[in-house]
């Protein structure tokens, strides 16, 4: 049996006259009824009651109908659904973010993609540093990334598009906790919470070099793996965090967020293998460059400044 035959079935069986199917088919009226005699002779039944006035379904072809127009709108999706595919307009993405990058640019790049590329599915995963991120992306593990440069693995290209002033997150019943806004050197004495030292996490890195410039190093109090981590510490009053500015997108109960007047930005990129040729991908980027998603001018950005990009 040929889809073909199935297709011709169909269309006498909503024209109930050959002539009208065969018009519509853009065919010839003889091959047409022949076809279906052929198709009848297959099945082992009659499809229609045929008069010199009236074409009819038997009670068989109205059940064969049913099955039939379902078979060709699974086909006509699954040729459709391939198109998209080819075409980069669905699939799953996978996506690796820094744990802070998920409070703010995971729900403007979510609410972007629901909106320009409604059959993409997201497949997150969060709090990854930037070390992590790159070794998803070479193994293939992730489709892009949301992470902070330095991105030091061949073969990955990336671009900016964000920057963030570190803000200091403090407890509610801290000293600081009236100030409207710190400078680092208040922070001399304080206990820090910090991402584990052999993570490679570039906030820790900015975080060292902002309290360098103001003539101390931080003590390392506690460690954490994760953002969320971090946060629950400072709520617990076990610490102090200096954080990239989107953690202010989440608010967290005990944690309140200062802005520091002399400390370093931190830079966001969205980061992709090279050698990545997907159509969804490319997609992705089409949209992302349309949107004016990506920053242009920070490359070797190291300055302070507001928070800009995504979201």
Not at 69 to 89: I, P
Not at 276 to 284: E, V
Request: net charge negative; hydrophobic share 45%.
């Amino acid at each position: 049996m040929e889809l073909r035959h199935l297709r011709y079935f169909v269309a006498v069986a909503e024209t109930r006259h050959f002539g009208k199917a065969a018009e519509r088919l853009h065919m010839a009226q003889p091959p047409l009824s022949q076809a279906i005699r052929r198709l009848e002779t297959e099945l082992g039944v009659e499809l229609f009651t045929r008069t010199t006035r009236q074409v009819a379904l038997t009670g068989a072809g109205e059940v064969f109908r049913t099955d039939a127009e379902r078979v060709l709108a699974a086909v006509d999706e699954a040729v459709a659904r391939v198109a998209r595919f080819a075409s980069g307009a669905e699939g799953v993405l996978r996506i690796g973010l820094t744990g802070s990058a998920s409070y703010r640019q995971l729900p403007a790049l979510a609410r972007l993609m629901k909106r320009e590329m409604p059959q993409v599915m997201l497949e997150v995963h969060t709090e990854m540093l930037t070390p992590a991120q790159e070794a998803g992306l070479i193994e293939r593990r992730l489709d892009i990334g949301v992470l902070r440069p330095p991105v030091r693995q061949e073969g990955i290209e990336h671009r900016a598009i964000a920057t963030e002033p570190l803000v200091l997150a403090v407890p509610e019943q801290h000293w600081l906790a009236e100030a409207d806004t710190v400078r680092v050197e208040q922070l001399r004495h304080e206990d820090f919470v910090l991402y584990g030292a052999g993570l490679g996490s570039v906030v820790n890195d900015a975080v060292v070099r902002t309290c360098l410039a103001a003539g101390f190093y931080p003590h390392r109090a506690y460690e954490v793996t994760e953002t969320s981590a971090a946060l629950a510490l400072v709520a617990a009053g076990l610490g102090i965090a200096v954080l990239p500015d989107s953690i202010r997108s989440a608010p967290r109960e005990g944690v309140l967020c200062k802005e520091i007047e002399d400390a370093l930005s931190v830079r966001l990129d969205l980061a992709w293998r090279q050698d990545d040729t997907s159509p969804l991908l490319r997609n992705l980027l089409g949209v992302l460059e349309r949107n004016h998603v990506f920053l242009e001018g920070l490359e070797g950005f190291e300055g302070t400044g507001r928070s800009e990009g995504v979201a």
